[in-house]
């Protein structure tokens, strides 16, 4: 399973993280012992030319590491009845505009769709009419977010390959989310969204449902007292959050950037070695190998800064925008609250204590109520998709640090015996 589908988890009956057992520290099964009495585990005294033992116990490269946390995140989920992939961008040149659409393809058994599968093609604005119907349908759950839709003219090109591809990744991680969520997914705006050919009056509808909101949720003199220290905590939590991610992503950037100055160096620095070879006879061997290791290495730091900028940085950007949403649940739960208070109050002040509680205060109570349980429950369910986005991603810029160092160390190894050749050479010569 990608990093971009995370399952949903019950909000309830979940352990916490320090009683979570790693599936890679977990101890290997014993295995009953064979016939003759020994035991059918075999050992093997394995150790390096120093003398060190060897480690068996770590997988054989990075990769496999990265398998079998992915093979984990597959096997520990829920039955999905719901798959959509979002895939084929193309672009739509008109006199009017041009702009780009992805194909959004559906499988699923569940009844209230009428075929099993489906396939359309959404622009981004589609995918943000959604989202906002999301937000003013199910106002107390949480939204996945959507990649930011502008971007600065003259920097980033939004038409190319990379940015799109991007994008895309972004689009499908976020109709995944969506997907694997159990209220959002039944939801009758997602329905329309996967499977009618086509939205119309979109713009005006997502128009309408963000002044609605606005309305709804803004509503005028309530404030908070005081808000619970569960939810206070999680603010906090989020505040932290954003602080460490936005200087990681800061950091990342200017490491790109420094990374991106020092392949141009590279590029020069080597063909310098092979315009000397051509002057040298006794050196030209070596020299041509010092511009091959050079060349070599800059393929592998080209490898390593676009993983970088393709795969790493988007993760960090998506849960920034991610924690955004989550203050915004937050804030409405907490006008909701406020509005239920100040009613409370006003009840509490009237002069005729038997009349019973005014039915419009019972029902704010409901809201509240209904407000802190679902907020909870995906509070749980984005704190279990974050470790196992954060897992892979760390997991991941593992993997790619080694091989690109692997990269490098052979490309210079290479060098060595050309170097052992001449030397052996000239002691014969001699």
């Known amino acids: 399973m990608s990093a971009g589908t995370p399952k949903s988890l019950p909000s309830s009956g979940q352990k916490s993280i320090q009683e979570m057992c790693h599936p890679l520290s977990a101890e290997e099964p014993v295995l009953p012992p064979s016939p003759d009495g020994g035991s059918t585990t075999t050992t093997k005294d394995l150790s390096l030319p120093n003398g060190n033992a060897v480690d068996t116990s770590s997988p054989a490269s990075s990769s496999s590491l990265l398998n079998r946390l992915q093979l984990d995140d597959d096997l520990d989920g829920e039955t999905r009845d719901l798959f959509v992939t979002v895939d084929d961008p193309k672009k739509h040149v008109s006199t009017m505009e041009t702009y780009i659409t992805y194909r959004v393809s559906t499988k699923t058994t569940r009844t209230e769709f009428d075929l099993p599968e489906y396939s359309v093609r959404r622009r981004y604005q589609d995918f943000d009419w959604l989202r906002n119907k999301l937000e003013d349908s199910q106002p107390t759950h949480l939204i996945p977010p959507l990649p ?3 971007v600065m003219k003259g920097v980033v090109d939004r038409f190319s390959e990379e940015f799109v591809e991007t994008r895309r990744k972004a689009l499908d991680k976020f109709l995944k989310r969506v997907a694997d969520h159990p209220v959002l997914s039944f939801n009758e705006h997602f329905n329309v969204f996967l499977s009618a050919k086509d939205l119309n009056k979109r713009q005006g509808l ?9 309305v ?7 404030k908070l007292r005081v808000r619970p220290v569960e939810f206070a905590a999680m603010g906090d939590y989020l505040d932290v959050f954003t602080q460490k991610l936005g200087t990681i992503d800061r950091i990342a950037q200017r490491i790109i950037k420094e990374q991106s100055e020092y392949l141009v160096e590279l590029r020069e620095y080597g063909p310098v070695y092979s315009s000397w070879a051509s002057s040298e006879e006794v050196l030209q061997e070596p020299l041509d190998g010092v511009a091959g290791c050079v060349a070599n290495c800059c393929s592998a730091l080209e490898e390593q800064t676009e993983d970088m900028s393709e795969d790493f940085l988007p993760v960090l950007r998506e849960y920034i925008l991610y924690i955004e949403s989550m203050k915004n649940v937050l804030k409405k739960r907490d006008q909701v609250q406020a509005e239920y208070e100040a009613k409370l109050e006003a009840v509490a002040f009237r002069e005729d204590k ?22 909870k429950a995906d509070w749980d369910r984005w704190q279990n998709n974050k470790r196992q986005d954060f897992r892979q991603l760390l ?21 060595i015996p050309l170097l052992q050749d001449k030397q052996e050479a000239k002691v014969e010569t001699n």
Not at 216 to 222: H, I, L, P
Not at 354 to 375: I, S, Y
Request: proline share 3%; with cysteine; net charge negative.
């Open 216 to 222: 709804k949720y803004v509503t005028g003199g309530y």
């Open 395 to 415: 997991t991941g810029m593992a993997d790619k640090n080694i091989q690109y160092y692997e990269k490098c160390l052979a490309a210079w190894e290479s060098l």
């Open 148 to 150: 930011e839709k502008f």
């Open 354 to 375: 038997k009349t019973p509680v005014p039915t419009d205060v019972e029902k704010c109570q409901d809201r509240v109520e209904c407000f802190n349980a679902d907020l």
């Open 206 to 214: 997502a128009l309408l449902s963000k002044m609605g909101e606005s």
